[in-house]
């Protein structure tokens, strides 16, 4: 009866025999409360650690992808400016051949030319002698 009336009052005795403000269950529940939070509190810093640490990973594979990505522009573009290298380099060697070709070509012309003139000349010659 004494236990009644000190619970109507808002008093109650814990295990231990001492007189607590809140009823014995609602404090279990709080401290099992207390507890998960806790628990809670420590597995969310656990996750933010792994999180920061995941993050920093994803960075650092970011900035590699990053730097292999301008490596591979800078092939292409190498490889496009060789490209135009070696169509001007050809281009240049076509016009060389062009006028190598129109170079033979004239040559050829004053060889026959000259051919004729020694053709003429040795029968000048000929003449030359045949009358003497």
Known sequence: MADEALAKAGLHFDELNKIRVLEPEVAQ?????KEECKDFVGKIGEFQKIVGTFIEMVDNVA?????????AIGARNLLKSIAKQREAQQQQLQALITEKRMQLERLRIQYDALLKEEGEQNDFLEQLILQN
């Open 29 to 33: 529940q709080t401290r099992e409360l």
């Open 63 to 71: 900035k590699e992808v990053e730097k292999e990505k301008m490596k």
